[in-house]
């Protein structure tokens, strides 16, 4: 935000109960993916955000799981528990449903379930779970369950509901790149969301967030609890500059609204888009919005990535090398480069194809290209925003 931003009524430990007005599936029919455009009215709160910015949002966990955690426990739900930070008791369901993380379960459960058990199987399970030597094993055994899996696989111990809640986490927000501008949409915000659905232990698992919004967020009834993160992740100042977008996927969202706020403010600077899927014709999200700016001048450039369109996969690094010379002039020239999307491969081949690209289109040696990147970054000329 800019100086003269009056500070967000709404924070972190303050959200707003904002209302969700729309929820569009992006991709179209065929496709592997479901990736949903979903609209948060913030109409009349007060709540702003900048192009770059975050939604943090607050979700609440799948009630079927809540059920049958309350089952697993011998318990009705409404049993009062003590929470840390909470001035007075809450019932367990709420705890379970708002308050409470009932994921990435811990060996502090495990040792607390060796302690109570009497089965001899389970004991002795637990017993090599907890081995000194079993730590990898341990480790393993974990990541492939949530809490709920240790309730079911170790019925000999029976905890209370307060101690099983005295395992777990606070319930923390996540939060989403804003895929909209203020000044091209008042009162509301945009995010692109891909609901996380996957099996483990031969459970099926939901993220938690992206699944309250997509599938249990009632539109127009449902209060999702919102604020504004502001980010790093910044258009440049002077608006004659051109952009650089790299975003595969869900990455997109950043720079559908920084598009839309470049063309709401008549900047000048030419926008140049990079974006990658598996399927043209059915996981090119916003497709037919990029092709209106592009028909308008919104956008000088796009180069498309679908891996799955063809006998070999092609990523947005390989449309990078593919269009090596003109990058390299653009980022002489002066041009912002961004990445958004995720942390694990996507933008570390992106960064490896950055440095290879200003290396020989410079004629740079390695340790130069590097300190080139360098410079681009405490100029804030390549910015990031990955997860």
């Known amino acids: ?94 705890a379970l449903t708002s308050k409470l993380s009932l994921g990435s379960p811990t060996k502090k459960l495990l040792e607390t379930l060796a302690a109570r058990t009497a089965e001899p199987a389970e004991q002795a399970q637990l017993a090599a779970l907890l081995a000194p030597d079993g730590s990898e094993s341990c480790e393993a055994f974990l990541a492939q369950r949530e809490y709920i899996d240790l309730l079911e696989e170790f019925p000999g111990a029976r905890l209370t509901p307060q101690e099983f809640v005295g395992h777990l986490r606070r319930l923390m927000p996540r939060l989403y790149s804003i895929a909209s501008s203020l000044r091209v949409h008042p009162g509301q915000v945009h995010l692109t969301v891909a609901p996380v659905r996957y099996e483990s232990n031969g459970r099926r698992r939901y993220g938690v967030c992206s699944t309250f919004l997509a599938d249990r967020a009632t539109r127009r009834k449902t209060p ?23 975003g595969p996927g869900t990455g997109i969202a950043p720079f559908r609204a920084f598009v839309e706020e470049r063309g709401a403010v008549g900047a000048t600077g030419r926008n140049w888009l990079v974006f990658g899927d598996q ?18 001048g919104r956008v000088s450039r ?86």
């Open 1 to 94: 935000m800019t100086a003269t931003t009056p500070p967000n009524p709404y924070t972190k430990n303050n959200p707003l109960a904002a209302k969700l007005l729309e929820n569009r599936v992006l991709n179209k029919d065929g496709s592997a993916k479901d990736v949903r455009h979903l609209v948060i009215d913030i109409a009349g709160s007060g709540l702003t955000y900048t192009p770059g910015d975050s939604l943090g949002v607050y979700p609440a966990n799948r009630p079927q799981l809540v059920d049958e955690i309350v089952e697993l426990l011998g318990a009705t739900g409404n049993e009062p528990v003590s929470l840390p930070l909470l001035t007075g008791p809450i019932s367990l369901r709420e």
């Open 224 to 246: 999702i609890p919102v604020f504004v993160a502001e980010s790093h992740f910044r258009l440049p100042e002077d608006p004659t500059r051109d952009i650089i977008m790299v």
């Open 279 to 296: 399927h043209e014709a059915t996981d090119y999200l916003y497709g037919d919005e990029w092709k209106r700016h592009l028909a308008a």
């Open 302 to 387: 796009i180069d498309l990535a679908f891996s799955r369109d063809q006998p070999r996969k092609i990523y947005v690094q390989d449309r990078m090398r593919e269009a090596a010379a003109e990058l390299w002039a653009w980022i002489r020239g002066g041009a912002f480069f961004y990445v958004c999307g995720d942390a694990h491969r996507m933008a570390k081949d992106v960064d490896a194809a950055l440095h290879q690209i200003i290396g020989e289109q410079g004629g740079l040696e390695a340790a130069a290209a590097a300190e080139y990147v360098k410079q681009m970054r405490k100029e804030r000329r390549y910015q990031r925003d990955v997860y």
